[in-house]
């Protein structure tokens, strides 16, 4: 569905950053994957990617925290791919506090991570798409870009601002084949997620089943995780030509969450 397509995805060495990045090869778009993590392993990644699906996969160190960087990786996409059609805004960090001892600097870096690379790698996509009158921008916020939760102060106020930007973004676009949209997960099986299960069942003196059930999916009502083939199925079908009229739109993937 996405032949001759290229597509950068943020933060795609782990969790749904991977899964959007692994659901676009499997469509046939050339990927640029981006995040950190161990090199020989990003490199198995790649190779990989590229070789079951036959697509160009390439990967970019870029911090996300660094404009400059940003810039850089999607020189780095259009001198490697020619173009690129498709951009994920996906890389985020969590840090958890009450506001009265949040660290600054991890307040800065979640809003320099979580929303402003959102911004510069928009930013830097635009002119090719507008050029092109084809585009598609998919930002990954969180059911906490709708809803907030206590001692989450950076992460939710990135993740409204996320779906603020799209908003912009979809109208500053919407007469140029460009479309873009927020997609919301509740809890995703990932890395992320998964780390916290025996440090929070440590923290409340519970078993890890019960933290599951009682602390991470008490918001949930379907009580499972969403996979990240769930949102890499959806990723791509916001990027297919059915999803042309849809813009502006912040999508819940939470089982429920938000219709509370
Ligand atoms: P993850 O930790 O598995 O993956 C995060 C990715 O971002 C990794 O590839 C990491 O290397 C990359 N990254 C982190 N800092 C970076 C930086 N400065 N520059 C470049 N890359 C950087 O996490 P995940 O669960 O897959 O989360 C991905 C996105 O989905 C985040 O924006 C997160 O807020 C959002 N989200 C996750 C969940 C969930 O339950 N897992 C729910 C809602 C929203």
């Keep these: 569905m996405l032949k001759g397509k290229v597509a950068i995805v943020t933060g795609s ?9 692994t659901a676009f090869a499997g469509e046939g778009a050339g990927v640029v994957l981006n995040g950190f993590g161990d090199a020989g392993e990003i490199e198995r ?23 400059a ?33 949040f660290p600054e600097a991890r307040w800065d870096a979640i809003i320099a991570i979580n929303l402003s690379s959102a911004f510069h790698a928009t ?7 507008k050029q092109r009158k084809w585009g598609r921008i998919i930002n990954v916020a969180s059911a906490h ?26 109208m500053e676009t919407a007469e140029e084949g460009i479309t ?6 509740g809890y995703v099986w990932t890395p992320l997620v998964q780390k916290q299960i025996p440090e929070q069942a440590k923290a409340h003196n519970m078993s ?16 499972r995780f969403a996979t990240v083939e769930e949102l890499g199925a959806l990723a791509v079908f916001l990027s297919s ?3 042309a009229s849809m813009t502006g739109t912040a999508l819940p993937v939470d089982g429920g969450w938000t219709a509370h």
């Design 145 to 170: 870009g709708l809803v907030a939760s206590a001692y989450k102060s950076a992460y939710v106020a990135a993740k409204h601002g996320i779906v603020g930007l799209t908003k912009v973004t979809a």
């Design 241 to 243: 030509d059915a999803a």
């Design 208 to 223: 890890e089943d019960e933290v599951i059930k009682k602390v991470l999916l008490v918001n949930q009502p379907n009580k």
């Design 180 to 185: 873009c949209n927020a997609i919301c997960p």
């Design 69 to 101: 960087a940003i810039a850089g990786m999607v020189q780095d996409a259009i001198r490697d791919h020619g173009k690129v059609d498709i951009l994920v805004n996906n890389a985020g960090i969590q840090f958890v506090a009450p506001i009265e001892e």
């Design 13 to 21: 060495t782990s969790g749904i950053g991977l899964g959007i990045a």
């Design 123 to 129: 930013k830097a996509v635009l002119p090719g798409m």
């Design 45 to 67: 990644t790649r190779a990989d990617l590229a070789a079951k699906h036959n697509v160009r996969v390439t990967y970019s160190s870029a911090d996300m925290s660094k404009p």
